[in-house]
């Protein structure tokens, strides 16, 4: 079995597209979601750029929580190192509470020195104020009253308020394989990606998990390990190499942020031009049809994956996306799930 959990990619393709309309479609995309069978939706955190532009994860969490009844929501990822944990645990406890116990808090260290730097974090802090970020949240969610001596927090005896009603769920995400093994053993579920590393690589980081949950004992019974992987079900090779072109051009604004200089004209992400070719690129993530896509997924579904975080949104229309998600919900998921799911007419 393995489980399936629709990221909700957040693309602005220009300031005329309106940022109304783009989170108006990343709500019926969630309820949506929840109809054809996903488990979980996922909510990216990003600033200042247009592409996985939610600055509120929480905010738009609780608005999907209002209009779905069973679906897990997920964020993928809260950036702690621009945030301040006194502030976010007291949030993340009130959205759990609105979302009826359906949170899982995603946190990471951030991935855009774009933005980090922008917002007062250097790139080359963010692994040891994610550390300390991390260690004092766990605190204030677990401990009824907290104080604290570090390197980036120090403050007198506190308590967080109002109290979780439950132990909140925390999922790390973490790509060096050393990493998801030391966050798996100290009881934390694992987002994960191998990017535009080999099947081998991602292997690493399956292994690395299941080594970790294995040494956490009791607290590691239910850890999951998700992986984070581009996705789009083509109707035939033709709509598969569409899909792979307007892939591409993403792509080509994500590295400018992600690894490249970080070219920004008043907030829209300029494309540059990409080292990795659109051959080496449609061989590593999962855009094609049925057949080929149940073959693909089939391998992470034997190297031990509990659920891939399906991320599908790269330019194309509303209604492209949402059609590609029911034969997704009918072709593809009842190989994985088990379960059928009858087709739904539309999101709306």
């Not at 944990?85 to 808090?105: I, N, P, S, T």
């Not at 001596?149 to 132990?167: A, E």
Request: charged content about 25%; hydrophobic content about 45%; glycine content about 6%.
């Amino acid at each position: 079995m393995m489980d399936f959990n629709y990221f909700l990619t957040s693309y602005l393709p220009s300031k005329e597209y309106g940022g109304k309309r783009l989170y108006d479609e990343m709500i019926e995309q969630a309820v949506l979601a929840e109809r054809l069978g996903f488990r979980a939706v996922s909510i990216p955190e990003h600033h200042l750029v247009n592409i996985l532009i939610v600055p509120s994860p929480l905010q738009l969490a609780v608005k999907i929580a209002a209009l779905t009844q069973r679906l897990e929501i997920m964020t993928s990822i809260v950036v702690l190192p621009v945030r301040d944990m006194r502030v976010f645990a007291g949030e993340a406890v009130q959205a759990d509470m609105l979302c009826d116990g359906r949170l899982v808090v995603g946190v990471g260290r951030g991935a855009f020195a774009y933005e980090l730097e922008r917002l007062g974090v250097p790139m080359n802090e963010t692994r040891e104020r994610f550390d300390e970020s991390l260690a004092v949240l766990q605190a204030l969610l677990t401990e009824e009253e907290v104080s604290w001596d570090g390197t980036y927090y120090k403050f007198d005896p506190l308590t967080v308020m109002p109290r979780p009603m439950r132990p909140l769920p925390l999922m790390v995400a973490a790509m060096a394989p050393e990493g998801i093994y030391h966050c798996a053993k100290q009881g934390f579920n694992i987002q994960t990606t191998p990017l535009q590393a080999s099947h081998d690589v991602l292997l690493q980081q399956v292994e690395a998990f299941h080594r970790g949950k294995a040494e956490a004992g009791a607290r590691g019974e239910h850890l999951r390990l998700s992986l984070q992987r581009p996705v789009y079900l083509a109707t035939d090779e033709a709509d598969a190499r569409a899909k792979l072109a307007l892939t591409y051009e993403y792509y080509k604004r994500f590295d400018n942020v992600f690894s490249g200089p970080g070219v920004v004209n008043h907030g829209l992400i300029e494309p540059l031009p990409r080292k990795q070719t659109l051959e080496e690129m449609a061989s590593n993530i999962l855009i094609c049809p049925p057949d080929e896509m149940i073959d693909r997924l089939g391998q992470y579904a034997e190297a031990g994956i509990d659920e891939v975080i399906f991320s599908a949104g790269f330019g194309q229309s509303h209604e492209e996306t949402a059609d590609m998600m029911q034969r997704f919900a009918r072709d593809v998921m009842p190989h994985f799930t088990g379960q059928r799911v009858p087709a739904v007419a539309s999101a709306a």
